[in-house]
């Protein structure tokens, strides 16, 4: 793999599915994952596979379809959850086992009631285990956010040298600034034996709001993979988006980073996730928001009206969006006015464009937005005429 080249792991089938409320059944599984290996996702994390009879079929069933991703599973380091991930993973053409255990004194301490040398020694265990199944092993060190750096250090080598492929570091309580994640993740880079014949992966939660800003300092420090979600969904607060951190990477050509998502896609396979979910994100939701691409204010309307990149930085259509919105609101100004009047079918001067624009702003003042009848209706009143269509 190239190295400048990053893999998008995606786990809204696993870790977005967590979310309560957002439980799928397996046909709508299949249904996403379907639209996840078009979109260009090269891992897709089908689920865990002993958490339910409905899971293991699942995971199965996303295995037997999947032609281009990789199908993971997820399990603890038990040795029956890797035995059932296996045999779950019996059809995927690219199957990938995701065992770890918790490494944080908080996890060691209080979770597991346990020691450092004993978790060393289970994650050992786990990964040795499920190297029997599959050659493509992922080991997730669970808060490696918020684990001392050095004991983190040994584990990575410890598992690097009982076969795994792929280093999962999980910011799981979001807890991490950017420079401390990204600082881990060098941290390893340079003190871990065996580091460059295995893939970093950054899997960073949103409790803080930092999620995505804590991905892309880890792919800057050396880590290779992102473990995101459509819309940002999962545990509490979230995830890291998908689109947000595709789009970063798009957006800044001197990162020299890329995906192989067709971010064409990812406005449509977010509505699709929000049907069948049925949970919608907010309105201002980076990149696939119902605002990402609408302009209310004058001054902005105006300045996009000249030329789209005055306040766009994204052109719509790279992310599946056909246009821009120009909402007319009490802040619009006579550019905006103008625009949308053209649109229904009204070519207006500037003297009629001053003499309506006053009437618009009394009516915008009574209703949150103008829409296009409205605008029609305004025009009538004033015996404005239709232009004349050829």
Known sequence: MSNNRVQIFDTTLRDGEQVPGCKLNTQQK???AERLDILGVDIIEAGFPISSPGDFASVEQISR????????????????????AAQSLKYAVRPR????????????????????????????????????????????????????NEYLARV?????????????????????????????????????????????????????????ANAIAGITNGARQIECTINGIGERAGNTALEEVVMIMKQHPYLNLDTGINTKMLYSTSQLVQD????????????????????????????????????????????????????LTA????????????????????VELDDIYPQFLKFADNKKEVDDDDVVHLMELNHIQKKATA
């Open 276 to 327: 069948l979910m049925g949970m919608r994100v907010q309105a201002n939701k980076a990149v696939i928001g119902e605002n990402a691409f609408a302009h209310s204010s004058g001054i902005h309307q105006d300045g996009v009206i000249k030329n789209r990149e005055t306040y766009e930085i994204m052109d719509p259509a790279d992310v599946g969006v056909n246009e821009s919105s120009i909402v």
């Open 30 to 32: 299949l249904i996403i």
């Open 65 to 84: 379809m999947v032609k281009n991703a990789g199908v993971c599973a997820l399990t603890r380091a038990h040795q029956k959850d890797i035995e059932v």
């Open 331 to 350: 802040r619009s100004g006579r550019a905006a006015l103008a625009y949308r009047a053209e649109i229904v079918g009204f070519d207006l001067t500037k």
């Open 156 to 212: 990575c080598e410890a598992v690097i040298k009982a076969g795994a492929t792929v280093l999962n570091i999980p910011d799981t309580t979001g807890y991490c600034l950017p420079e401390e994640y990204g600082a881990k993740i060098k941290y390893l880079k340079e003190n871990v034996k065996g580091i460059d014949t295995v893939i970093l992966s950054t899997h960073c939660h949103n409790d803080l709001g930092l999620a995505t």
């Open 97 to 148: 086992i995701h065992t770890g255990i918790g490494t944080s004194d908080s996890h060691i301490i209080h979770k597991f009631k346990s020691n450092r040398e004993a978790i060393m020694e289970r994650a050992i265990k786990a990964v040795a285990y499920a190297k029997t199944f599959v050659e493509d092993i992922e080991f997730y060190a669970e808060d490696a956010g918020r684990t001392d």
